[in-house]
């Protein structure tokens, strides 16, 4: 009875504070969160403080001199703009072309779950196979430039991979089902019956999708947006398989690897890494400030 009275006691004071003691639930999280996040992030911002004495020498800047290199070296500045080119578009294909897909399997009808399974069995394979699966299919002497070449069609072959267009392909086939899966998600908590009311009133196809789904949508689509950006923005196997990695799809990725695994620069890794969480950072804040300034309702979907 008194260990009792005790407990309930200390409850009530801990209560009186404001203090939950449910909330102790959450120090093995935060023990995690620490020693897994926020250790490494911060030993990697005492890294890009610390630069070899040949960068300091090079570059000059004192303690900041891998800064200096980052933006003055043009090599692993445009890293930026490579990256975005290849990211922006990928991200912003992958959110369209999920919308009108994830429209028609909202409804019910045969082959639904085979055709669901078949958009999202790229989650299973990895960048890697896809890497593979793009070389062997439309390499140089993959199946589609053989049959291209077979049937007359072409004259040489196809330059599909080892190139932009090799990577934007594998960040299209990897990014969509993300993309797909989550405006799916979304639209199945859109009432079905505010479609059916506006089309009992006369609204066409057009007019229910600009005036009822879209607007309850557009939080999601700007969540999917940012969601498939950072999945594409952090493209490394792709870009070193089937890109070219130290031309048209130069990422920051490929600069952060290059300095670690090559040039043994880990301050320069580290601060190359921060520079690309920077840019990141960037992108999410301007993509949520937009969805403040065009939509300040609540999202209809479970997203």
Request: overall charge positive; hydrophobic content about 55%.
């Amino acid at each position: 009875m008194t260990d009792g009275r005790a407990t309930a006691s200390l409850r009530h004071r801990l209560a009186e504070r404001g203090i939950d003691p449910t909330l102790l639930l959450l120090v093995p999280g935060l023990v995690v969160a620490v020693a897994l996040f926020v250790y490494p992030f911060s030993y990697g911002i005492g890294l890009t403080v610390q630069p070899t004495a040949a960068m300091q020498e090079q570059w000059g800047g004192g303690i900041l001199a891998n800064y200096v290199a980052f933006f003055r070296d043009p090599f692993v500045f445009d890293s930026i703009g490579l990256t975005m080119r290849l990211a922006l578009p990928a991200a912003l294909f992958n959110v369209l072309a999920s919308v009108p897909v994830a429209m028609v399997l909202r409804h019910r009808f045969r082959g639904k779950r085979l055709l669901t399974s078949l958009l999202v069995l790229p989650i299973t394979l990895g960048t890697v196979l896809t890497a593979q699966g793009l070389l062997i299919f439309a390499g140089r002497q993959g199946w589609l430039n053989r049959a291209l070449l077979e049937l007359g069609l072409i004259d040489e072959p196809l330059q599909l991979v080892n190139n932009y267009l090799g990577v934007m392909f594998s960040l299209v086939i990897t990014g969509f089902p993300f993309a797909f899966l989550l405006i799916s998600s979304y639209l199945s908590g859109i009432d079905p019956s505010l479609e059916r009311a506006a089309k009992t009133l006369g609204a066409g196809w057009w007019q229910r999708f600009r005036r009822i789904i879209l607007p309850l949508l557009a939080p999601g689509l700007a969540t999917t947006f940012i969601l498939t950006f950072v999945l594409a923005f952090s493209v490394f196997p792709s870009a070193r398989l089937v890109g070219d990695a130290m031309g048209s799809t130069r990422v920051m990725s490929l600069m952060a690897f290059r300095a670690f695994g090559e040039q043994n620069d880990y301050a320069m890794a580290s601060t190359i890494a921060l520079m690309m969480g920077a840019v990141e950072l960037l992108v999410v804040v301007a993509v949520l400030g937009l969805r403040s300034l065009l939509y300040r309702g609540t999202t209809g979907g479970k997203g």
